[in-house]
């Protein structure tokens, strides 16, 4: 992986088997960016993990193997126990155009890909949380309830 | 929801239940952010109100029922008769992983989901355009005719 | 086409029958960028240039004809041989909410199309390689090597 940052924003350029949302985490470590917003990414994958929440903690694997194009990619950047931890959701498209869609749980570069985030500089955090089996999204210095 | 606010850029962090434009709306309002991109979201959404422009103000509703990921989310925050405005569209993950997508008309959210903004400070506003039946984005500033 | 711009921030909003591609380069051009993020873009095409790579620098196209809502825009912008190139996947739907997916070869807007991207002042440019039959995004000024 090759990378390009210019302040805030960080442009990470895959190679062709490189395992994404770990090639991810190690640019982003070796930045020192432990929070952010996953801007977007374009490229392909080979085998995407995309899969379904079903609740309780538990991700449905959805059955989508062979090569597609990376068309979009959002999410965030929190920590986790101290951990950076990349939380994304991926829409792929096949090789007849048909789009497949779902949280990103792994999956391999084709050829190249492209994912831009921006770093924060207020912490973000993930927490269990008893009600959805989630890791919830929470802000140390919380801009409040405002509902 | 709770938000998480650095600068310009606003996070915001929905519950099960909550209505996600409705939501957005009551954010920005809190965080005085009339103007801006919506730079992504992931989460759930049951029952997404998507939706499909065919033209003279009118759009027919998509029949999409459940919960879903929501994988993508684009768009924009402008003011309509001075009124906030959220014009997202949204790509959304059924659990056999097909991709559904669509003007984001409604919908509430499903176990929890987590949106970027990013606040502009240059207003935009919709004005009613009677070619398209839309209410078009305009640049009360504008950067000038380009094309 | 129309755009508003705040510093780093370009919206464009283009009109019924502009090319979305060419329409974006001659935005990029006019305001002086030739690196960037494209931070997403909703509206409406009409026969979506969709492709998808299947090596040796040969797109396959997508037959998808007719108006659909675009529903995400993801990519950046850099430069080839000196000239801008913006590098974009979209994902759409169809009036029956069937999303489609791809990298996008061409198309023209339907009704009305709103980007926004974000301008770098780091060079990108992209070079050929050979391995994959791509022109790869390469940093002018790397982060280096991560991985």
Redesign the interface.
Known sequence: ??????GD???M?FS?G?DLLE?MK??LK??EIDAG??????G?LKNPG?S????GGKY?P???TGEV????????IATVDGEIFV?????????????????LSGGKVH??A?I?V?A???K?VREF?G??G?R????T???????
């Open positions: 992986m090759e990378t390009g940052r210019q924003f960080l442009i350029r062709d490189e090639g190690q640019a070796a930045n917003i996953v801007l977007g990414g374009v392909m995309l379904f929440y079903v609740g449905d959805i059955a989508l194009e990376l068309c979009a990619l959002n999410g965030n939380h994304a959701h991926a829409t792929v498209g096949r090789s007849n155009g048909e789009a497949w869609a779902g949280h050829m190249t492209e831009a921006m924060l500089h207020k973000m949380d009600k959805t989630l919830t999204l929470r802000f210095q919380s801009g409040g309830e405002t509902a």
